[in-house]
């Protein structure tokens, strides 16, 4: 029943050790943002959407290409010849080149730029949120590691005490059902340790990706290094403004009002028809030989206007601005909860004694030895363990979650403020 029980550990350290056996990479929080700048492929990717937008900047500048017809007489009915192009046959030569008018040419180009900025916000805006998930894969890893770790020591010692009452119960000293709750305790922290694996491996997938690696990643991090996560140093009430300024999703939106105006514009100028000017040469087939003139046409606007096209470019500025709106109240309210949930991760982390945990641990080791002396019972030995390794688990993602609601308000804000 016992190797029951123990199924999964042994599961969970063999995958250990596999993991163990690729090349490890320790890094800290700092040199993760650099890798992940420099190997990201969803950011290299993207880097090449924002130049595609320029380029289209430039192709909004080049000027429409001028239309040349050639014509030659099929049959000479005076000559009897067969594509006559000689100085007694026919042949006709026009040139066409359409002139955009009413500033249509410039407005393209204005639009094709704030497409162009709006790709570059949402390369911002990607970075962002694909950092957010770095760090918090970052910190996650790191405590759910911590845990395991403190965990397996509290296995290892389990362990050893159910093999020193697997003695005495073949001896006959105690009786089954007090060694059964014993191995069920083991199997619920190998149930918990399992767990904490699998959260290591899903944040060590997410790293990977984001960083464009194969190898385990091994957080480096220091008590010096998480001080920076305080509340002292920041003026709560300029976080608003701070994210209205800094907002790469909101800059989206505010360049998309703008281009939205910009279009409305264009849609107007599209109901002023173009000019087409032109030249025409003609050999023998005008009143005069080598005939030469200069042709304009334009359509004449009887009855398109474009006013469809200007009353929905019309419609969606208005649409437009609704959003920007939104948008603007959206990041606010963001705001506001990461504030209050960086106040509230803030208190219930100061609200645990610093002393606790060593305290605890010391307080384990004294169980543990007095359990092994008969001086405690065995359910106030199961009761004490169980308690503990809650605990131990509880505070590794409380220390997780504070840090996580640190950098959420980084990622709400759009500004690196710890």
Request: with cysteine; aromatic share 12%; charged share 25%.
């Amino acid at each position: 029943m016992k190797t029951n029980y123990c199924i999964a550990f042994i599961l969970l350290v063999f995958s250990i050790s596999v993991s163990r056996a690729q090349d490890t990479l320790k890094v800290s929080i700092d040199q993760l943002d650099s890798m992940f700048v420099q190997n990201s492929l969803t950011l290299l990717a993207e880097k090449y959407n924002v130049d595609a937008k320029k380029f289209l900047i430039q192709q909004e500048r080049l000027w429409n290409n001028p239309s040349i017809t050639a014509e030659v007489s099929a049959y000479n009915w005076n000559t009897q010849r067969a594509f006559d192009a000689g100085n007694n046959g026919e042949k006709l030569f026009t040139a066409q080149q359409l002139l955009l008018l009413a500033g249509k040419r410039d407005k393209r180009i204005n639009i094709a730029k704030f497409e162009a900025q709006i790709s570059e916000q949402e390369f911002y805006s990607l970075s962002r949120a694909l950092k957010f998930q770095l760090r918090s894969s970052f910190y996650s890893l790191y405590f759910s590691q911590r845990a395991i770790n403190a965990l397996k020591t509290q296995y290892d010692a389990l362990n050893e005490t159910i093999n020193t009452m697997e003695i005495q119960y073949t001896k006959g000293n105690i009786p089954y059902k007090d060694l059964m709750r014993l191995e069920a305790s083991q199997f619920e922290l190998s149930s918990m340790l399992l767990e904490l694996k699998y959260n290591v491996e899903e944040e060590l997938k997410t790293l990977r990706v984001l960083i464009n690696s194969t190898n385990v990643i091994q957080p480096v991090l220091t008590e010096q290094s998480l001080k920076k996560y305080k509340l002292d140093s920041l003026n709560m009430e300029g976080l608003v403004d701070v994210g209205l300024l800094n907002r790469s999703d909101l800059k989206i939106q505010e360049l998309t009002v703008e281009k939205s105006k910009m279009n409305y514009s264009l849609q107007r100028a599209l109901g002023v028809p173009d000019l087409h000017v032109g030249g025409t040469y003609d050999q023998a087939g005008s009143y005069i030989q080598n005939y030469v003139g200069v042709n304009v046409g334009f359509d004449l606007p009887v009855f398109n206007r474009n006013q469809g096209n200007i009353k929905a470019a019309r419609a969606e500025v208005e649409r437009q601005k609704f959003y920007y709106t939104s948008k603007q109240l959206e990041v606010r309210n963001e705001i506001y909860m990461s504030i209050q949930k960086v106040r509230e991760s803030e208190n219930l982390y100061k609200s645990v004694d610093k002393k606790f945990s060593s305290s605890f641990e010391a307080i384990n080791s004294g169980i543990l030895e007095n359990f092994k002396k008969k001086n405690i019972s065995l359910i106030e030995f199961v009761d004490f363990f169980e308690t503990y390794n809650a605990v131990i688990n509880q505070l590794s993602g409380l220390n997780a979650q504070r840090i996580n609601a640190y950098e959420e308000l980084n990622y709400n804000t759009g500004k690196e403020l710890f």
